[in-house]
């Protein structure tokens, strides 16, 4: 059974990867991220290559502070504006 968590999905995003635009974890959590990093709940905070890993690896949950951010009104759009100009180039097959 497969569950739909945020470990699953991105680890299904990054199998879809083009080879020519190979992204690192980090640069990854940034693009997916970028409008929460931009603003100003996000400007003390910096990506952990372990934590980041531990997320991808669903050992450890999206810090709290991320997830407040797009949980308040009006931001969940600018996480599918993020995945639509950041994430969906990235991948070889688009559609």
Do not use: H
């Amino acid at each position: 059974m497969n569950i739909c968590d945020f470990c699953s999905v991105t680890k299904l995003i990054l199998s879809f990867v083009g080879e020519s635009k190979n992204i690192n974890q980090l640069d990854f959590m940034y693009e997916l991220f970028r409008d929460f990093i931009e603003s100003n709940a996000g400007y003390d905070f910096e990506f952990d290559n372990g934590l980041v890993c531990r997320w991808l690896n669903g050992t450890a949950k999206i810090s709290p502070k991320i997830t407040a951010y797009y949980l308040s009104n009006g931001n969940i759009e600018a996480m599918a504006i993020d995945i639509t100009e950041n994430i969906l180039p990235l991948l070889y097959d688009k559609d």
